[in-house]
């Protein structure tokens, strides 16, 4: 039950508060290593996620849409950090990582109640 609300509070609140972050940052002044650093935590932390799930349930559309979610963050930082398209490409791959991980939550749920 506890990491099932973790997953929950993960999937809810991460992509939450990476979409924020560039509003956040005209608040608070972040360094652009943060950009790069949170992208090396956020590409272990989704693959695994999304690989497990596709090992317990096997369908693939999560794992698509977390990699194009990766793959949109990691232009955002290293292609277009620093001019007007960084904030929106951050924010759309954040949504598509969110959905991804939603949708993995619900083929897992589904899978595990299929196996009950």
């Known amino acids: 039950m506890g990491a099932t609300a973790a997953c929950l ?6 992509p939450v508060l990476i979409a924020a972050l560039p509003a956040l940052a005209a608040v608070f002044p972040i360094p ?3 950009h790069v650093y949170a992208l090396l935590l956020a590409v272990p932390a989704t693959g695994g996620a999304l690989l497990a799930g596709y090992r317990r349930h096997g369908a693939i559309g999560p794992v698509l849409g977390g990699t194009v979610g ?7 930082v290293f292609v ?12 759309g ?3 598509l990582i969110g959905c991804a991980h939603l949708a993995n939550w619900r083929f897992r749920r589904a899978a595990h109640l299929h196996l009950a």
């Open 70 to 76: 990766l793959v949109l963050l990691a232009l955002a």
């Open 9 to 14: 509070v993960h999937c809810i609140a991460l």
């Open 93 to 95: 791959g954040s949504i």
């Open 80 to 91: 277009w950090g620093a001019t007007p398209l960084e904030a929106p490409v951050t924010i």
């Open 32 to 34: 652009e290593s943060f």
